[in-house]
């Protein structure tokens, strides 16, 4: 994952729209709504504490871990199993990653 300025294909998100059950043309109005999405920016910006310089920002049991930008699923599986957690998806994760 990560950040790129190309724009994804159409058809990449209706898939994905419809693998997690969401209405494809609901998020393209949304998207396609400037007023919409700028109020929506605006509320995000007032609801992000003033410590939070840009996203992600991840924090894990209150923390901040920024290697979590790249590996999220080893931070979060160290911190669950560090807490007494037990997980086969995080043993699959902590073998691989470390």
């Given at each position: 994952?990560?950040?790129?300025?190309?724009?994804?294909?159409?058809?990449?998100?209706?898939?994905?729209?419809?693998?997690?059950?969401?209405?494809?043309e609901?998020?393209?109005?949304?998207?396609?709504?400037?007023d919409?999405?700028?109020?929506?920016?605006?509320?995000?910006?007032?609801a992000?504490?003033?410590?939070?310089?840009y996203?992600?920002?991840?924090?894990?049991?209150?923390?901040?871990?920024?290697?979590?930008?790249?590996?999220l699923?080893?931070?979060?599986?160290?911190?669950?199993?560090?807490?007494?957690?037990?997980?086969?998806?995080?043993?699959?994760?902590?073998?691989?990653?470390?």
């Open positions: 994952m990560g950040h790129t300025d190309e724009p994804i294909e159409e058809d990449t998100i209706i898939s994905c729209a419809t693998k997690h059950h969401l209405d494809f609901t998020l393209r109005a949304c998207h396609d709504d400037a919409q999405t700028w109020n929506l920016q605006m509320e995000a910006m007032i992000t504490p003033q410590n939070i310089s996203v992600p920002w991840i924090e894990i049991n209150g923390a901040r871990v920024e290697s979590a930008e790249k590996h699923a080893r931070d979060i599986c160290r911190a669950y199993t560090a807490s007494g957690g037990h997980s086969p998806d995080c043993n699959k994760v902590l073998k691989t990653m470390g």
